[in-house]
């Protein structure tokens, strides 16, 4: 079934899960929209010895991502999601249950906060918070069954020590548990790194356009079961439409994240030498807190990156940001446009200390030069209102 899934990263982002030959030669595996899956016969129905029994439990299409993810993270199983969210919450799922601790990064994504605080207490799972850079052995209690890490988070870019913290984990008998959107797999190997569970918000680096929403989570060996199971009687599922556009987006996620990692770092070196501007939160900056980290752990930066400015009036800050050309306001990132937005920072055991507003960069694929031009002028505006 299998075309190539060995090699260097770049390779298998573009060979792993293609299936050619099980799709007449065709390159890119086609969409399948399925629902039912028929069986030449009453024995193969009752045995269900067949590759693809019906839509929900998977199609070729979805086996073709999954196994590309799965080949890239160097996991053991795949399970595909309808957006990043729905993947984090299912990762924590398919660990805990009541009675249960989890032990959760304070720089997490706030919608996934959100699900552990309104959620998970519900279902007698408790949920402690722990400092994005601490030593985690203090938080830890006897009945802590995960660990659930993000890193660099993705509005502070704090970088945590996870082979350290993977350690300590495992020794407590804590799963791992990691939302690796901003790395992708390419620049941080989450599962070689000691992590059980990786989690990829495929919407953003890895469908690339803008254009879709899912989620994907790749178990290590020991947890692989466990999460097929819990997925498989959950109903979850995505689209062959999706799957598509992702896998399509996976086939130049190197080039691109490359291209991200180089503009975000000449527009963070602009901006660091801004008056307007207090400090960069970018972990590949040299002088970041996290930067001797990333240099031991990632293989390198994707275009996210967040600025902190002196503080200013909301009026200059809008004239700043309205008047943009090239960079857009909107939730997201990993597309191949520019983005920014105010980073809305909520935190509980560690608060973040900023006297301006911290803003989010997501450096897109246009040239560096028409985006620097774009924040010089926006900054002007700034000036002339404060
Ligand atoms: C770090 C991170 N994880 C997960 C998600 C959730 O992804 P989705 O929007 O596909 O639910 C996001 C979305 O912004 C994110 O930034």
Redesign the pocket.
């Given at each position: 079934m299998t075309d190539k899934n060995d090699g260097k990263p770049d390779t298998i982002a573009v060979s792993a899960g293609r299936m050619s030959e099980d799709h007449f030669g065709a390159v890119n595996t086609p969409v399948y929209r399925a629902s039912t899956f028929l069986f030449p016969d009453l024995a193969t129905l009752e045995s269900r010895q067949q590759d693809y029994v019906y839509g929900r439990r998977g199609t070729p299409s979805s086996a073709s991502l999954e196994e590309a993810l799965c080949a890239l993270e160097g996991g053991a199983r795949t399970v595909l999601v309808p957006?990043?969210?729905?993947?984090?919450a299912t990762a924590i799922l398919s660990v805990v249950g009541a009675g249960d601790h989890l032990l959760m990064v304070d720089s997490?994504?706030e919608?996934?906060r959100d699900f552990c605080d309104k959620h998970l207490r519900r279902f007698g799972v408790e949920t402690t918070y722990y400092p994005p850079t601490a030593d985690i052995s203090p938080y830890l209690k006897p009945n802590t069954r995960a660990v659930f890490c993000?890193s660099p988070?993705?509005l502070t870019f704090e970088v945590q020590d996870i082979p350290a913290l993977a350690k300590i984990a495992h020794a407590h008998g804590a799963s791992v548990l990691m939302?690796n959107?901003?790395a992708t797999p390419l620049l941080f190997p989450a599962i070689a790194h000691g992590v059980d569970l990786s989690?990829q918000?495929?919407?953003?680096y890895v469908g690339g356009h803008a254009d879709l929403?899912?989620?994907a989570i790749t178990a290590n060996e020991n947890h692989a079961v466990r999460l097929v199971n819990f997925h498989g009687t959950t109903g979850l599922f995505s689209s062959g439409d999706d799957i598509f556009l992702a896998l399509r987006g996976l086939r130049t996620l190197p080039v691109r994240l490359k291209r991200h990692q180089e503009t975000a770092m000449k527009l963070a070196l602009w901006l660091q030498a801004r008056p307007e501007v207090t400090r960069i939160l970018y972990p590949a900056l040299p002088g970041d807190p996290g930067h001797a980290l990333w240099k031991r752990d990632f293989k390198g930066a994707c275009g996210l990156f967040g600025l902190e400015l002196k503080p200013v009036s909301q009026t200059a800050l809008a004239a700043f940001l309205d008047g943009l050309e090239h960079f857009g306001m909107g939730?997201?990132?990993g597309g191949f446009e520019s983005l920014i937005v105010p980073a809305h920072i909520r935190r509980t055991v560690s608060p973040f200390a900023s006297e301006g507003p911290v803003l989010r960069i997501h450096a897109g694929l246009e040239d560096a030069e028409d985006l620097i031009a774009d924040l010089e002028k926006g900054l002007l505006r700034l000036k002339e209102q404060s």
């Open positions: 957006s990043g969210l729905n993947a984090c997490v994504y919608p996934t993000e988070g993705s939302d959107t901003w989690i918000a495929v919407t953003k929403m899912m989620g939730w997201s990132w």
